[in-house]
């Protein structure tokens, strides 16, 4: 039996299929940083798959790296969405996964229909002009803390996987997580932990596609 706490990292899957078109509003913060921009497109692109809109704007090179702005509708209010870490930029044949994701506006609440985010991909020394951004899923940042719900989804998809929750009281404030009580002998401890972590994980998949080049 194994132990494992909901701090575990992130393993989510990808998938398929929306594109985004350009419309005619450009967000006020899309101007040049002085000293630090190179280049910048001033188009806003927007795309909506699985019911949820996903707008890009503000695409720039920034030093090393290519960066945009992208907002986006929660799913489900209250809890704290994010874009997926396998989002990734595609350009010149290549391909680069998003470095550092944060919020455009640091006070936004949590109950907000909308949150706004700078994505910040790795160029190198490369340059760049048309570019194609591709946002497989949005997910929580956290995983909820509902074992009966997990343990649903794992019986859904068929694991073979038992799970039990635990609570600990802690000087500093306390700890939660999961022990696998039962699990197939073929599947591995990381393979088990990672379908169970994607079961207290809310995720809404698109893809949410964006295209555009920059001067």
């Known amino acids: 039996m194994s132990k494992l706490s ?5 393993l989510i899957l990808a998938a398929c299929n929306s594109q985004a078109a350009p419309i005619d509003s450009v967000p ?5 940083i002085e000293g630090n921009r190179s280049a910048v497109a001033t188009t806003s692109f927007q795309a909506e798959a699985n019911g949820i809109t996903v707008t890009a704007s503000n695409f720039r090179v920034e030093q090393m790296y290519f960066v945009a702005d992208v907002c986006f509708e929660r799913p489900i209010i209250g809890l704290d969405w ?36 700078f994505v910040r991909f790795p160029l190198g020394n490369e340059t760049i002009n048309k570019f ?36 600990q ?15 197939p002998e073929a599947l591995s401890d990381d393979e088990a932990n990672r379908l169970i972590y994607d079961a207290f994980v809310e995720t809404v998949y698109g893809p949410w596609i964006f295209e555009g080049e920059i001067d």
């Open 82 to 117: 994010l874009i997926g870490d396998q989002t990734v930029l595609e350009y010149n044949t290549q391909s680069s996964r998003v470095f550092e994701i944060g919020l455009l506006v640091p006070e936004t609440d949590i109950e907000s229909a909308v949150r706004c985010d």
């Open 132 to 167: 194609r951004i591709v946002i497989p899923f949005l997910q929580t940042s956290f995983a909820t803390h509902d074992c009966d719900g997990a343990q649903a989804k794992l019986n859904a998809a068929n694991t073979g996987i038992t799970i039990s929750c635990y609570s």
């Open 6 to 10: 909901f701090a575990a990292g992130l």
């Open 28 to 32: 006020q913060n899309a101007q040049e």
């Open 169 to 183: 009281a802690l000087d500093n404030g306390g700890m939660e997580g999961y022990r696998i009580e039962t699990k």
